[in-house]
C-alpha cells in the first residue's frame, strides 16, 4: 500500500500497540444508518475514562472530500472544574495486510467543558470503501495509543501512563430489522419546577429497555447559559448484559409559536448509561415559543441499531 497524496497519514505504518482497539462489522451498514459520527464504549486509562470517535462523513475547511475522521473524547465524570488534561496520543486505522497501525500523532487539552478534541482526517472515505487492506469482509479497525498525559489540578497529581493489554470493543451493525420508538414528553409546569435542579420524565420503554429524559432548566455543570437535554437508559434496566445495544437517537424540543422543533442527533452510541447535550438550547431563546406558559414540550426518537461487546 502507498500513501495516497489525499491521506491524512504523516506517521505510515507503525507497529504500536494501541491502548485501545475498536473494531466496527458491518462498515456499510453503519453508514446505512445514516449517522455522522459513532462513539465507542468507555475504555480506563492512566486513571481517566475515554471514547474513541469516529466521524463517517467529516470535510476540511474549504475541501468537498467526506473523510473518515478520528477524535478522543474523555469522559465528562472524569473531569471536574479547574482540571486541565493535556493529553498526547496517536489516532489510527489498521492495515490488515501489512499488520500495523497507519496514523497520526495529536494532542488537546481536556477540560470540562471542552472535552472533544479536534477531528483528524485519516483517509477519504471512498478510499476507505474501495481498500482491500484497511476494510476486509467490511470490517475495519480504529485504535488509540495515548503517549502522554499532564494533568493540573489544585491536587497537582503526576500521571503517568501505565501500559497493560490493550482494550478491544466490538462494533456489529444489522442491516435491517432496526427496532424504533418516540416519546413526547408534555410538561405543563415548567414555571413550577425547582430550576437549579434536574427534572425527568417517565420511564417509556423501547427495544426491551426502559429509558427516561433528564433536563436541567438551567443548564448542569457543563453548560454555559443552556438548557441541558439528556436520554438515560434507567437504572433498573439490566446494564451488565455481556453485548449492549448501540442506538442512534434524536432529542427535540418544539417550538409552539412556529410548529418546528430544535432538534439534535446523537450519532451511534453504546446504550451504557446516557447521552445529550449540555449546552442544548439558550436560556434566553426559551420564552420565544420553547416555554409558553408554563408548556414546555419535547421529543425522543430512538432506534436501537446493533450490539457492541468487549473483544
Request: overall charge positive; some cysteine; charged content about 20%.
Amino acid at each position: 500500500v502507498v500513501p495516497d497524496p489525499e491521506w491524512r497519514i504523516p506517521d505510515f505504518g507503525k507497529t504500536h500497540v494501541p491502548d485501545f482497539e475498536w473494531r466496527i462489522d458491518d462498515f456499510s451498514s453503519l453508514l446505512k444508518t445514516g449517522a455522522k459520527r459513532a462513539t465507542s464504549g468507555p475504555f480506563h486509562c492512566s486513571g481517566y475514562n475515554w471514547d474513541l470517535q469516529v466521524s463517517l462523513m467529516h470535510k476540511e475547511a474549504g475541501s468537498v472530500t467526506p473523510y473518515a475522521a478520528l477524535r478522543l473524547v474523555p469522559s465528562e465524570l472524569s473531569l471536574v472544574p479547574a482540571h486541565t488534561v493535556h493529553a498526547v496520543f496517536e489516532l489510527s486505522i489498521y492495515n490488515h495486510s501489512k499488520g500495523m497501525y497507519y496514523g497520526c500523532k495529536a494532542s488537546y487539552s481536556f477540560d470540562f467543558k471542552n472535552f472533544y478534541s479536534k477531528e483528524h482526517c485519516l483517509i477519504p472515505l471512498k478510499k476507505l470503501l474501495k481498500s482491500s487492506a484497511f476494510l476486509v469482509e467490511d470490517s475495519c479497525v480504529f485504535a488509540v495509543e495515548i503517549l502522554k498525559i499532564d494533568a493540573c489540578s489544585p491536587e497537582k497529581k503526576a500521571v503517568v501512563v501505565q501500559k497493560k493489554p490493550t482494550t478491544v470493543q466490538n462494533l456489529f451493525v444489522q442491516e435491517k430489522g432496526f427496532v424504533k420508538g418516540t416519546y413526547t414528553w408534555n410538561m405543563n409546569n415548567f414555571l413550577e419546577l425547582d430550576l437549579d435542579h434536574s427534572v425527568r420524565s417517565p420511564t417509556f420503554e423501547v427495544g426491551g429497555h426502559k429509558w427516561y429524559i433528564r433536563m436541567y432548566p438551567r443548564g448542569d455543570l457543563y453548560s454555559t447559559d443552556c438548557l441541558s437535554l439528556y436520554l438515560f437508559l434507567d437504572a433498573s434496566d439490566e446494564l451488565h448484559l455481556e453485548s449492549k445495544k448501540v442506538a442512534v437517537m434524536t432529542l427535540s424540543i418544539l417550538n409552539q409559536k412556529n410548529g418546528k422543533h430544535l432538534t439534535k442527533n446523537s450519532g451511534l452510541f453504546v446504550c451504557d448509561g446516557g447521552w445529550g447535550w449540555p449546552n442544548f438550547l439558550g436560556l434566553k431563546k426559551l420564552k420565544k415559543g420553547y416555554v409558553v406558559g408554563s408548556s414546555c414540550i419535547v421529543k425522543a426518537d430512538l432506534t436501537i441499531v446493533g450490539l457492541y461487546n468487549d473483544g
